[in-house]
């Protein structure tokens, strides 16, 4: 069992940063690949983000990809999203999952999941 705890999102002007924390309980943590991914209002989970792991390998969706880091300190058992010159269609809340895939895209992926935190940007 694995318990996940997001952290760090809040209100954000197009352009800025924010870097998301998601804090895993156990002893497993390293076990597990782990995910981000994000829902906007209306709309279906999509994912943004993944990382092995070890965290020797990421992957990310098309949307993020040059703007947002993944990364993972399994020390602390905590994976990261940075975010970088965010923009309004990156509003959503965003959830982190830990899953036995390797560096899984689909939501199915994975079987672990946070509350949540929420992000948005205004223009």
């Known amino acids: 069992q694995v318990q996940l705890v997001e952290s760090g999102g809040g209100l954000v002007q197009a352009g800025g940063s924010l870097r998301l924390s998601c804090a895993a309980s156990?002893?497993?943590?390293?076990?597990?690949?782990m995910g981000w991914f994000r829902q906007a209002l209306g709309k279906e989970r999509e994912f943004v983000a993944a990382?092995?792991?070890?965290?020797?390998?990421?992957r990310y969706a098309d949307s993020v990809k040059g703007r947002f880091t993944i990364s993972r300190d399994n020390a602390k058992n905590t994976v990261y999203l940075q975010m970088n010159v965010l923009k309004p269609e990156d509003t959503a809340v965003y959830y982190c999952?830990?899953?036995?895939?390797?560096?899984?895209?689909?939501?199915?992926?994975?079987?672990?999941w946070g509350q949540g935190t929420r992000v948005t940007v205004s223009s």
């Open positions: 999952a830990a899953g036995r895939a390797y560096i899984g895209i689909r939501s199915s992926d994975y079987d672990y």
């Open positions: 156990g002893r497993t943590f390293s076990s597990y690949a």
């Open positions: 990382i092995s792991r070890s965290g020797g390998s990421t």
